[in-house]
């Protein structure tokens, strides 16, 4: 299903087939985009690792922070290209407890102003801004693991829901009516309606962010007495 689709499913749902239109194409379209990102929010992201203009930081030599990509909402993981080493990903509030084991002695890694290979990727600084640690003593290009919203808004026909599954853009629909009926107008606005739609909408988005969290683990193997069981 694409913006077309919806957009024709929007009108005939709402009985607003005919011009002069309740809700404008803007507003239709306006509506249709945050559903979009209303969904991928609600279900913890889009999960990315190959999309280079998203996952691949640069933390160049001898500056302490790097900027990340405005769609970014987590950071999963980060290791250094080409090798696959690891950087640990730890929050701003974490940074004072660093721990640095050289030669059996462990020491404290306050704040660290120390200049090397990076080995953490801290975040919570600031929007959208990653701090290294070490701070970079040449470029490293790192490879982030993360979930984002969608690259490309939603802004008129023709246009694709990238990276969300064709059995979820059905239900951008009751988003869609709970921001038309909350419209500010004698003919629009219907609390009641608004409220449902939101209702049954959020209800989804908690099911299919379950869903996917289901998918992410992984099957185990559980031996009892020397048999084995999925």
Same mark, same amino acid.
């Given at each position: ?96 407890? !660093? ?15 120390? #200049?090397?290979? %990076? /080995? +953490? ?80 909408? !959020? ?15 992984? #099957?185990?193997? %559980? /031996? +009892? ?6």
């Amino acid at each position: 299903m694409n913006s077309t689709t919806l957009g024709d499913l929007f009108r005939a749902d709402t009985t607003d087939n005919v011009t002069p239109y309740l809700w404008t194409d803007v507003e239709m379209y306006a509506y249709m985009n945050d559903a979009y990102y209303m969904f991928v929010r609600r279900t913890g992201g889009i999960p990315d690792y190959y999309n280079d203009k998203v996952c691949l930081v640069t933390a160049k030599k001898d500056v302490e922070t790097s900027k990340l990509h405005p769609k970014i909402l987590f950071v999963r993981t980060a290791s250094l290209e080409p090798k696959g080493e690891t950087v640990k990903v730890i929050n701003l509030q974490d940074e004072p407890w !660093l721990q640095d084991e050289d030669y059996n002695l462990v020491r404290q890694m306050s704040v660290s102003k120390t #200049v090397g290979k %990076v /080995r +953490y990727l801290v975040i919570g600084i600031q929007d959208d801004i990653a701090k290294w640690v070490n701070i970079p003593d040449v470029d490293y290009q790192v490879r982030l693991a993360v979930e984002r919203l969608p690259l490309d808004d939603i802004t008129g026909p023709g246009q694709d829901f990238e990276d969300v599954k064709d059995h979820h853009h059905m239900y951008f629909l009751c988003w869609m009516k709970h921001l038309a009926y909350s419209k500010q107008d004698a003919d629009t606005f219907n609390k009641v309606k608004a409220d449902e739609e939101s209702a049954k909408f !959020l209800a989804y988005c908690a099911s299919a962010r379950q869903e996917k969290e289901q998918y992410k683990h992984k #099957v185990r193997v %559980v /031996r +009892y007495g020397g048999l084995y069981t999925p």
